[in-house]
């Protein structure tokens, strides 16, 4: 769904136009990147976002705040998509085969304990267990999500944060050792066990990257209002 020549040339008068009313500073470079992060979407619908953004927000849009605008905000989505996915509990339970609205919440619903029978055995009534889950999912969701859109970014440190300790509490548990053990590790948990730990080891290494990609993102952007700041005192002189 790459932005055709004119799409793009007209996408890049709107940043320049943006950047005007922002006072910000609009590079070639910086147009290139967004073309880049954005033109998998149709056209029409980022144009839209942007216009959107311009009469809502005292602050230049990013990449991702114009794709969410474009995708409905993901929060909102997971909130709807737990909803449905206590009410097939409720419905089917766990002999049962649960209906989905689509493949997001499916895959989000099963994340959390590897299959619909599990997950309907784990499930708490409610309280603060329940509650923890809710969180566990919501952030399962929006990470699937975003993999969905961008076809590789992993969850975000605040999703990560929240899934790592999803991870421990279930590790915990299981007795299996997370610095210390509950309980002598039973045979048929430690496949689970390892996979578990697996996929908490490749959260963390998601967290250190956000982080670097966050440190690499504000020196560029401290570099460009300095440059901004350079050039305005040329033109004051």
Request: aromatic residues 6%.
């Amino acid at each position: 769904m790459a932005w055709t020549k004119h799409e793009r040339g007209a996408f890049s008068l709107l940043l320049l136009a943006m950047g005007e009313v922002y006072n910000e500073s609009i590079s070639p470079e910086r147009i290139e990147l967004f073309c880049r992060l954005l033109d998998d979407l149709p056209f029409e619908a980022v144009e839209r976002a942007a216009e959107q953004h311009g009469r809502a927000s005292k602050f230049f849009p990013r990449p991702a705040e114009l794709r969410e605008m474009v995708h409905g905000n993901p929060v909102d989505k997971a909130e709807t998509a737990w909803t449905h996915l206590l009410h097939e509990v409720q419905r089917v339970g766990y002999m049962g085969k649960p209906s989905w609205p689509d493949e997001l919440t499916e895959d989000a619903a099963l994340g959390l304990f590897g299959s619909w029978r599990r997950l309907c055995e784990n499930l708490p009534a409610g309280g603060p267990e329940l509650v923890g889950i809710r969180k566990q999912f919501v952030a399962l969701y929006g990470a699937t999500m975003r993999k969905a859109q961008l076809g590789e970014l992993g969850p975000s440190r605040a999703e990560a944060s929240v899934l790592l300790s999803g991870l421990t509490q279930q590790l915990e548990r299981r007795g299996l050792p997370t610095g210390k053990r509950a309980r002598p590790v039973a045979a048929r948990d430690v496949d689970a066990g390892i996979a578990l730990r697996q996929v908490a080891r490749l959260i963390v290494d998601q967290v250190q990257t956000c982080e670097e990609i966050e440190a690499v993102t504000r020196r560029h952007e401290e570099a460009a209002r300095a440059a901004a700041g350079e050039h305005k005192d040329e033109k004051a002189g």
